[in-house]
């Protein structure tokens, strides 16, 4: 089997004013998944989250990377693996070789972080790491340069729908603080219970990506509207914080 080079994900230079917008796709139509994608795509999400649960890490089994590999060709859309699974090594190469431009693993589940951290950046994808609740962040403060990505949990993970944890604000404060003292430019994402109401509150303590599933696949209108709402309602808390 020819394996596919690495896609490369687009400069953050070039980016709208804002939080990006990334779709956890949990509560996707999957037997339509293709137009949802597509549909996704058309309100101009930038980003898939695919949320990967082993029944182990969580107590909850979702999607291997075949059905990643074949929704690759459908969108454009950057992809990124959220691995909620107790071991993640062995299958790295598997989650880049089906598309994903990101890699996410969580530091509870990885005994040598900075060797998996290197390894997904070896393979090619950018690597993330995602923190429970309960987790500090001086769990990432070492590796911290070497990544793209550091998502901060605003639920406990294992299902979508659950209520967002205000609690975990001062620690999106204390990340972004301890992205900016080290002068890196590393997203800081949120992931669970984010909608109208909560995606303000997120953006302002400092998240610059915005995971969303229940927000933009359930609810009043479409796709598209939903999406539209998400991120007037990010945007304007972040550019009321943003004076000239
Ligand atoms: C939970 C997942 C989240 C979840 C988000 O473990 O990591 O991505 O699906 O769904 P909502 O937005 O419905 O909380």
Known sequence: MTVPAPRTAPPRSGRPPGPTLAASVLPADFSRLGDELRALEAAGVERVQWDVMDGRFVPNLTLGPDIVAAARPVVDMQFEAHLMVADPDPMLPRWVEAG???VIVHAETCTHLHRTVARIAE??????VALNPATPLSAVEHVLDRLDLLLVMTVDPG???QSYLASMEPK??????MIAD????TDLEVDGGIDVTTAGAA???GATVLVAGT???RGQGS????AIALRAAARQVAGERRPA
């Open 100 to 102: 994903c431009e990101r």
């Open 123 to 128: 393979l090619g994808a950018l690597p993330g």
């Open 159 to 161: 299902f979508g729908g």
């Open 172 to 177: 999106i404060r204390a990340a972004a603080a």
């Open 182 to 185: 080290a002068g890196l430019d």
């Open 203 to 205: 953006a302002r303590a």
């Open 215 to 217: 927000a933009l696949f």
């Open 223 to 226: 796709i598209g509207t939903r």
